[in-house]
C-alpha cells in the first residue's frame, strides 16, 4: 500500500484570502498539470472531474476519479492528488461558517451537526453524467466566484445548500440516527461542537460546556451522549486525538509537546488514551505510518 507519508510535505494550506477581502468561500476552475502535495487545510473541498482523470487519496484511501465523478473532502483531512490525464477539476473550498445551524431554525442541526462533528458520511464513488444538477451548480457557483456580481456571495451559499440538499435527496450522504432529542437540543450541541473543533487545545469541563448550552450537568450529559453517540469527555478527547494524528505524522515534535499542544495536560495519560482509541501507543502509531510502503 502507499503511503500518504512519501508525499508529506507538512503544510497547511492559510486561511482563504481573496482579493482585497476575507471571504469564507472560493471556487475555480483548475487544470492539473502535476501532482498536488499532500497537505490539509480547516475548510470543506468539493471536487468534480470535468475532463481527463486523476488518483486522489485522502487518509490514506485511494480513488480513481475520471470525468464526472465527485469528491467531498472534509476538513483537516489529509490528502493530495496524482495528475494521471491532465485532470479539470471545478473547485468548491468553505469554511463550516458557511452552513453553522442557525438555533432559529433547528431543522439545520439536523442536517449540519454530522458535519460540524466530522461523523458524516459521504459516498465516495458518486458517477455522473454530463449536464447533471450537480455539476449544473460547480459550475454556477464558479461562474459567480469569478463575476462577483451585486449578492453573488448570498447566491454562493443557496448553491451550497442546494449541493447539500442534492446530495441527500440522491441518496449520497448517511446520516447517524439520532432519537428522542429535540431539534433545538440537536443546534445547541452543534454550536458546542464547533466550539471544540476551534478550541481543542484549551480547557473545557463538562461544567463550562453544560452551561455554554443552557443546560443542567446531567441533561447535558445524557443529551450529549445521544448526540453524538459519546460522552464529552471521549468525544473531546477524540478530537484532541485527531490533531495528535497530524502532528505524529507531519511534525518532528516530541509526545509530550505533541499531548500540551492538542490539549493534554498529562502525557502519560495522552499516550494510555492514545493506545485505548488506536490499539498501539503514539511513537509506534508514527513508526509505522512514516515506513510504510
Known amino acids: 500500500m502507499e503511503s500518504i507519508q512519501e508525499h508529506i510535505i507538512g503544510f497547511e494550506e492559510k486561511e482563504l484570502y481573496l482579493s ?11 487544470n ?28 490514506n484511501k485511494s480513488f480513481d476519479f475520471s470525468e464526472g465523478d465527485f469528491l467531498v473532502i472534509n476538513s483537516n483531512d489529509l490528502h493530495y492528488i496524482k495528475s494521471v ?29 454530522p458535519l460540524l462533528k466530522k461523523d458524516l458520511i459521504f459516498t465516495k464513488d458518486i458517477r455522473l453524467h454530463h449536464g447533471n444538477t450537480l455539476e449544473n451548480l460547480m459550475l454556477e457557483i464558479v461562474s459567480d466566484f469569478k463575476e462577483k456580481f451585486m449578492g453573488y456571495e448570498l447566491n454562493i451559499k443557496a448553491n451550497i445548500y442546494k449541493i447539500f440538499s442534492w446530495l441527500i435527496k440522491n441518496d449520497f450522504i448517511e446520516f447517524p ?14 454550536v458546542l461542537l464547533e466550539h471544540i473543533c476551534s478550541n481543542f487545545d484549551k480547557e473545557l469541563t463538562i461544567e463550562d460546556a453544560s452551561k455554554m448550552v443552557y443546560m443542567s450537568y446531567h441533561h447535558f450529559c445524557r443529551t450529549f451522549k445521544k448526540v453524538t453517540g459519546k460522552t464529552f469527555i471521549t468525544y473531546l478527547n477524540f478530537v484532541r ?5 497530524k502532528l505524529l505524522i507531519m511534525s518532528d515534535k516530541s509526545i509530550s509537546e505533541i499531548a500540551i499542544s492538542v490539549g493534554f495536560s498529562n502525557t502519560s495519560y495522552y499516550t494510555r488514551t492514545f493506545k485505548k482509541e488506536k490499539g498501539i501507543p503514539p511513537l509506534l502509531y508514527r513508526k509505522h505510518n512514516r515506513n510504510a510502503t
Open 32 to 59: 492539473l498539470h502535476k501532482d498536488v502535495p499532500c497537505h490539509f487545510h480547516n475548510y470543506m473541498e468539493m471536487l468534480y472531474i470535468t475532463s481527463g482523470s486523476a488518483i486522489v487519496h485522502v487518509n
Open 241 to 245: 486525538l485527531r490533531e495528535s494524528e
Open 20 to 30: 482585497e477581502d476575507y471571504l469564507p468561500f472560493s471556487a475555480f476552475v483548475s
Open 177 to 190: 440516527n439520532i432519537k428522542g432529542i429535540t431539534p433545538s437540543s440537536v443546534s445547541k450541541i452543534s
Open 85 to 113: 490525464g491532465l485532470p479539470e477539476f471545478l473547485v468548491l473550498q468553505f469554511k463550516s461558517s458557511m452552513i453553522n445551524p442557525d438555533l432559529e431554525l433547528p431543522f439545520e442541526g439536523k442536517y449540519f451537526l
